[in-house]
């Protein structure tokens, strides 16, 4: 049997991993800012990581929903806790950064009665339906996956929202800082409108926080910036360090109903121990304050180059925008051996490192990075 061809692929095979660094079949070691698209929070194979999900695995690996699953409640505690001003949300678990958006639309929809949903330019909500139909790239939504119940608006453009809002709309998805679209931030005042209309007009406020949730923008939440709150935030990515799960935290007011939402795999043991030990790993290693001054220092830096055209983040979701992108990308990996992400549409190289990335390795980078500016005569 082959695989279906969907990925275009490096050569590299990966065989090993360990904090920041990850080891290809010939041995090369690389330096990961890439994190396998911001997945990698806490660093790869991290003790205390490998050790509750062994734990656990000697215990129980899985029972479903239907039985009680202390384990949830434990997580429910910890995020709470790190998440600084959430801890009264209940938490619905799932597996994958999609199904959380997924779940955040229909709850939105489920608890309004309502349809229409905002969704803005250059955003990536994932590949199922509602949410690949509120993903603003046509290449991806097969014919099954067109609705007219989603709304694109431009990206932080107040006017445009205020005009499109009423009250036939169940809610507003934005993501905390758009990931795929190039590492776009949304201005404070862009999220305070869709807070102030979302309230005026009974919809939700949906955060997805899936790539840049989780502590990596130097906050738990990115949208934590701007002061605001939300009604729903999606989570996935970092919040198992590899290990597949995805969540919607939600606001109290909002009911739940048994039946309403559900999935098989979703909050199984497994899963939860890795989530855990994310947790863990974040508040005994004081990770979000390194994630803010590792990425401060790095976005200070790289705005020193003249070759670099714009350099746009918080903390540790950086996007560094340059012509020549692709080829400043590829002499890193393969010349440097450093593993970057990329928005190529926009242009831009996209660092997406562990949140304990030491600065070492981020000066190690910012030579590495000079070296290949230099000898590929990169201009702005
Ligand atoms: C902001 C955002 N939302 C949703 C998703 C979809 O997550 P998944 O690939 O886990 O379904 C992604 C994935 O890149 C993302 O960056």
Request: proline share 3%; with cysteine; net charge negative.
């Amino acid at each position: 049997m082959n695989l279906f061809d969907v990925y275009p692929l490096f050569p590299q095979e990966l065989v090993k991993a360990e904090g920041s660094y990850v080891w290809d079949e010939k041995g090369n070691k690389y330096l990961d800012l890439y994190g396998g698209h911001a997945v990698i929070s806490i660093g790869h194979t991290h003790p205390h990581y490998v050790k509750l999900i062994n734990d656990q695995l000697g215990k129980i690996g899985f029972y479903s929903n239907s039985v009680q699953i202390p384990i949830q409640k434990e997580y429910a505690t910890k995020l709470g806790e790190l998440t600084g001003g959430y801890d009264d949300y209940q938490l619905f678990l799932c597996n994958s950064g999609a199904e959380a958006n997924e779940n955040a639309l229909k709850l939105a929809s489920f608890h309004t009665g309502r349809k229409k949903v905002i969704a803005f330019s250059k955003a990536f909500h994932g590949r199922t339906s509602a949410v690949v139909a509120a993903t603003d790239d046509k290449s991806i939504i097969a014919p099954i996956n067109e609705t007219d119940n989603i709304i694109f608006l431009p990206f932080n453009d107040e006017a445009a929202l205020e005009a499109a809002m009423n009250n036939e709309i169940a809610g507003v998805i934005v993501e905390g800082i758009q990931g795929v679209g190039g590492i776009q931030i949304p201005t404070d005042s862009f999220l305070q409108k869709i807070r102030s209309l979302c309230d005026k007009f009974g919809a939700l406020m949906i955060l997805d926080e899936i790539q840049s949730g989780c502590g990596r923008s130097g906050k738990f939440f990115a949208h934590q910036h701007s002061g605001v709150k939300a009604d729903v935030i999606s989570m996935a990515k970092g919040m198992g360090n590899g290990f597949p799960i995805g969540g919607i935290i939600i606001a109290p007011h909002i009911q739940a109903k048994h039946g309403m939402l559900g999935t098989t795999f979703g909050g199984n043991h497994l899963a939860c121990a890795a989530a855990i030990a994310v947790c863990d790993v974040i508040k005994q290693d004081n990770l979000i304050e390194n994630a803010a001054e590792i990425g401060n220092y790095l976005m200070n830096e790289l705005k020193k180059f003249d070759a670099i055209k714009e350099v746009r983040g918080y903390g540790l979701m950086i996007g560094i925008e340059m012509e020549n992108y692709a080829d400043v990308r590829k002499a890193l990996m393969n010349e440097q051996y450093i593993l970057t992400g990329v928005s190529g549409k926009q242009n831009t190289i996209r660092l997406l490192p562990a949140l304990n990335i030491t600065k070492a390795e981020a000066d190690h980078f910012l030579k590495a990075f000079d070296k290949i500016i230099t000898k590929l005569a990169v201009t702005n």
